[in-house]
T-cell receptor, first 113, second 114 residues
Framework: GNSVTQMEGPVTLSEEAFLTINCTYT??????LFWYVQYPGEGLQLLLK?????DKGSNKGFEATYRKETTSFHLEKGSVQVSDSAVYFC????????????FGTGTRLQVTL | DAGITQSPRHKVTETGTPVTLRCHQT?????MYWYRQDPGHGLRLIHY???????DKGEVSDGYSVSRSKTEDFLLTLESATSSQTSVYFC?????????????FGNGTRLTVT
């Protein structure tokens, strides 16, 4: 079956540091890949997505590239802010109809001044 | 933000009682989903719906039932709540059931079963 593996958190960074959150996946076929962000007390918000190999998704300074050869979709940001503190979820969705969204376990990011 | 409202936002109930959580959407999306979120597990799919009166089970459906009598409303019922169902429940909607279509989530219901 499909699965998503994220790096264990929490990740603690100083403001303006470079961020990488690793995500690898196992899937049959060619899934679409997503990053969601969850701020405290809120639901998940779509951060970015990529639907085919070598696609780069980007939003709010975050980016991730769909790497089929390494089955990875690592999230990066060049300079984090305190307001980026949240839990980040990597997810995949199968191609075809009736496809489900499969999540990783989430990575908590804490950014300090 | 996607127009998704979950109610109640918080609920405390006793073991053995029935509980119904409601999800209401204003986007007229065909597909709706219920997930639960637990530490160390991410989000797991409970049930989903692909149209009025059309529902199916997800990976953790035991102890839960759903109903969808209108496009905009998707109800999740715990027939007889247990402590293992203490969790945060999220409703999600999607315009399409194909891979590239993202899900959009509500703000969740925190359920505590004592």
């Amino acid at each position: 079956g499909n699965s998503v593996t994220q790096m264990e958190g929490p990740v603690t960074l100083s403001e303006e540091a470079f961020l990488t959150i690793n995500c690898t996946y196992t899937a049959t076929g060619y899934p679409s890949l997503f990053w969601y962000v969850q701020y405290p007390g809120e639901g998940l918000q779509l951060l970015l997505k990529a639907t085919k190999a070598d696609d780069k998704g980007s939003n709010k300074g975050f980016e991730a590239t769909y790497r089929k050869e390494t089955t990875s979709f690592h999230l990066e940001k060049g300079s984090v802010q305190v307001s980026d503190s949240a839990v980040y979820f990597c997810a995949l969705r199968d191609t075809g109809t009736a496809s489900k969204l499969t999540f990783g376990t989430g990575t908590r990011l804490q950014v300090t001044l | 933000d996607a127009g998704i409202t979950q109610s109640p936002r918080h609920k405390v109930t006793e073991t053995g009682t029935p509980v119904t959580l409601r999800c209401h959407q204003t986007e007229n999306h065909r597909y709706m989903y219920w997930y639960r979120q637990d530490p160390g597990h991410g989000l797991r799919l409970i049930h989903y719906s692909y149209g009025v009166k059309d529902t199916d089970k997800g990976e953790v459906s035991d102890g839960y039932s759903v109903s969808r009598s209108k496009t905009e409303d998707f109800l999740l019922t715990l027939e007889s709540a247990t402590s293992s169902q203490t969790s945060v429940y999220f409703c999600a909607i999607s315009e399409s059931d194909t891979g590239a279509s993202p899900l959009h989530f509500g703000n969740g219901t925190r359920l505590t079963v004592t």
